[in-house]
């Protein structure tokens, strides 16, 4: 009863702050107003789907912002030098799963912590990003590539909706239906047991964080589309966003816990907050008060269940 409970909460709450903003801003339900809220979400809950993969399996990944500025700056590079929109979003994937493969590697085989091991890859990253543009954007690029961020299918569905279901779905697949869903959740529920069944942990985790960086790379380029150039410092401050969205849709910490469907919510539930606060006057300042204090809330109350369990 607990765990259907616990699972049901997310939803709840993104129904209640739903019908809470319908009545509080009479802007809150128009089409325009939905339709940015899916558009300026899109890029997080990307995110935040590879990393509920990364956090079922006990890990972290704090570099995804800086991820974002260099795959980002990789793809529009190309798209600058006159090549296709579909070349440019597959190289700036490549790059994510590289930049994953790396994070992956450096957890497992120099047995470095991923908080300590992805804290340094943030910085590593960012810097790249700023040598190889001088800490200039990448400008020039076609109004054609902006149609990944701004565009629509049959008039009315927004293109990064498309792109994150699809993610959704491929994500959902794998954690479901796959050997490498399953040892996720194994490796983040107890290693050593994993481990001791016979789980080779070292390169199932780094195909975690590979499929993770790939999406990041994904979203990289929606949000280089979204602003029409290459930001070298784009991202910034995502890692709190992408991680907050994992631990209010469901997902622990401590590993062994998370769904594709409530990572979706939980970033919601946050866009939904920034688009209410915009809508009613709230300083942006008090969003970043209110969003750290949802997080403490979500990790306590997880916490709080564990000890109960024990």
Do not use: W
């Not at 939803?11 to 107003?33: D, Q």
């Not at 090549?83 to 120099?110: D, K, P, W, Y």
């Not at 954690?175 to 047991?193: H, Q, W």
């Not at 469901?250 to 209410?276: D, F």
Request: with cysteine; proline share 3%; net charge positive.
């Amino acid at each position: 009863m607990k765990a259907t409970l616990n699972r049901i909460l997310p939803f709840a709450s993104l129904i209640c702050l739903f019908l809470l903003l319908s009545f509080a801003s009479p802007y809150f339900l128009t089409l325009g107003n939905l339709s940015s809220v899916i558009r300026q979400t899109t890029v997080i809950t990307i995110m935040a789907i590879g990393m509920t993969v990364v956090i079922a399996s006990g890990g972290i990944d704090l570099s995804v912002g800086s991820m974002v500025g260099l795959t980002g700056i990789c793809g529009t590079m190309l798209i600058a030098g006159g090549h296709s929109a579909a070349l440019a979003v597959a190289a700036a994937m490549a790059a994510g799963a590289v930049c994953g493969a790396f994070n992956g590697s450096a957890a497992t085989l120099l047995r470095i912590p991923p908080f300590i091991a992805t804290l340094g890859a943030m910085g590593i990253y960012r810097g790249l990003t700023l040598l190889a543009t001088g800490g200039m954007p990448v400008a020039n690029l076609s109004r054609d590539f902006g149609a990944l961020a701004t565009g629509n299918l049959l008039g009315y569905i927004p293109v990064p909706l498309v792109f994150l279901l699809v993610a959704a779905l491929a994500v959902h697949v794998v954690l479901r239906f796959t050997k490498l869903g399953r040892y996720a959740y194994a490796i983040g529920s107890n290693t050593e047991a994993a481990r001791c069944s016979g789980i080779r942990v070292a390169p199932y985790t780094v195909a975690i964080y590979t499929l993770g960086g790939a999406l990041v790379g994904l979203a990289g380029m929606i949000e280089s589309a979204r602003l029409v150039t290459g930001q070298p410092t784009a991202g910034e401050g995502y890692e709190l966003r992408v991680i907050a969205a994992v631990v209010i849709g469901g997902g622990s910490l401590n590993g062994g816990q998370g769904t594709v469907a409530g990572t979706i919510v939980g970033a919601l539930i946050m866009g939904l907050l920034s688009n209410g606060c915009n809508l009613l006057g709230i300083s942006p300042f008090v969003q970043q008060v209110i969003i750290g204090s949802v997080i403490i809330l979500a990790v306590t109350l997880d916490e709080f269940q564990r000890r109960r369990m024990r």
